[in-house]
């Protein structure tokens, strides 16, 4: 099983950046697909969630209206756009895919929000 998270880096305030997480060696259709951050010194909090038909989707109130998930599962992958960034959402970034059984966590992706 492998999640590769991509699309990571360093963006001015109100900058834009789309993270990319390849999924490979599990039924990916059949997963719901997480976004996950931790910032240094916090506790890792969920950001945006998206079920396995891309149906449905939910999202932490901190970035309502900024971010967007989605996903392709013919491509195995699933996306993270994020617009208006702001240096609060500096963090690593992190894919995560679960069916109520297991959990597939990636490495992560650093974000940085910074002038």
């Known amino acids: 099983v492998q999640l590769v998270e991509s699309g990571g880096g360093l963006v001015q305030p109100g900058g834009s950046l789309r993270l990319s997480c390849a999924a490979s060696?599990?039924?990916?259709?059949?997963?719901?697909m997480s976004w996950y951050r931790q910032a240094p010194g916090k506790e890792r909090e969920l950001v945006a969630a998206?079920?396995?038909?891309?149906?449905?989707?939910n999202y932490a109130g901190s970035v309502k209206g900024r971010f967007t998930i989605s996903r392709d599962n013919a491509k195995n992958t699933v996306y993270l756009q994020m617009n208006s960034l702001k240096p609060e959402d500096t963090a690593v970034y992190y894919c995560k895919a679960s069916n109520g059984i297991v959990a597939y966590w990636g490495q992560g992706t650093q974000v940085t929000v910074s002038s």
């Open positions: 998206i079920q396995s038909t891309g149906g449905r989707t």
């Open positions: 060696g599990f039924t990916f259709s059949s997963y719901v």
